[in-house]
């Protein structure tokens, strides 16, 4: 994008031709920056997506193996209990 601006000087003689100096200012293009910002913006994104995918699998993992181990822990108990019940009726029938 050319920004114009035009200058006259003034005049001291009528009759002399008007002078005027033109400059043109041309900007540079500042899309290069814009695409680097982007680029940087979208790989911020999808490491933080891979890091909290990794975190979610861990809870997952956490949690599957806290569940298994309840289960692990109330079939003990069952036994116990079982064993417990068997080791009364022993008892009472001796």
Partial sequence: MADEYVTRAPQTDPASQPTHTT???ERGSSSGGGIAIA???LV????????????T???T??????ARAADSVGS?????GDAA???ADNVGSN
């Avoid at 911020?44 to 975190?55: E, N």
């Fill in 23 to 25: 400059v043109i200012h």
């Fill in 44 to 55: 911020a994104v999808l490491g933080g997506f891979y890091l909290f995918s990794q975190t």
């Fill in 85 to 87: 019940k068997d080791a």
């Fill in 57 to 59: 699998s861990s809870e």
């Fill in 76 to 80: 003990a108990a069952s036994d116990v």
């Fill in 39 to 41: 680029v940087v913006l």
């Fill in 61 to 66: 993992a956490k949690n599957n193996a806290i």
